[in-house]
């Protein structure tokens, strides 16, 4: 039987890509919804490839048994997502895991890495850092490491990638912003949704408190802020630059959270929701439901 490079690059191109998002097993700690990696399992999926999504607290027994199923399963690679603080702790186990018992890429992403890419690659077991929005960047990551063969080139042409090379930490440009951001929309069905409905309170805070006996959905309609809050990651990450879903994305999104789960509540996440106040008020005029969001006091 012959086999083609393409017949192979086929073949791994059809290997399951696990994206894991780590949170602490601190008593009382709330999930809330992993919007991050839900929009890259969405942008991977619709390149053909099969995702498995993975956000749980990180207890020591679920930590083994995660990583004993990934170790069986063999990824194509595994996307972990990592934000400064306590979830540190469970992605650096679960990095040194599986590195600890062969040699399954693994990938970090988030606003660590972005934040901190040479510091993440000072990691023995962390291959490569994804910097900035994802969606783009880890779908062509992903066509990379199907294909196998030397990486390095290839790499250096992936903006937002950080890798080694020759012993030095390669570090590539941020990418662009994603300015259609209606091409991309959250894996929901990779995820158990009804885990983050909310029932009589906001999950994060009381900020949705008043939205009682509702059963409330969180949904992010924009990215960015244009704002100079010292103490924000806007600055840093979009650059004080806003970019937005459609009103008409929004409505029906809104709509099949309502259809699908009986939603009755919205909270918005956005950076600044009333950033484009004509749109955020277009939105709320035909949303037809409850809301909540943050605002800026000017």
Known sequence: MIHSPAAASMAKRER?????????DRENYVLAP????LYLAGALEKKGYRVRLIHERFTAAYEKRLADEIIAADPLFVGISTFTGPSLLPSLRLTRKLKGAGNIPVVWGG????????????EPGIDLA?????EETIVRLADVIAAGGDRQEKLAAIPGVAYRCQGRIR???LPPF?????????????????????EGKYIYTALGSKLSELKIATVMTSRGCPGRCGYCYNQFINKRTFRAHSVAYVIEHVRQLQKEHGVTGIVFEDDCFFTDRERALDILRRLGLPWASSIRAD
């Open 130 to 134: 994804v910097r900035g929005e994802g």
């Open 34 to 37: 992993p919007l991050g990696i």
């Open 16 to 24: 399951t890509i696990y994206l894991v998002k780590p949170e602490t």
């Open 178 to 198: 994603i300015r259609d951001l209606d091409a991309y929309a959250p894996a929901w069905h990779l995820l158990g949704s009804e885990r983050y409905l909310a």
């Open 171 to 173: 570090v590539n440009p």
């Open 111 to 122: 606003l660590h890495s972005t934040m901190l890419p040479e510091q993440t690659l000072m």
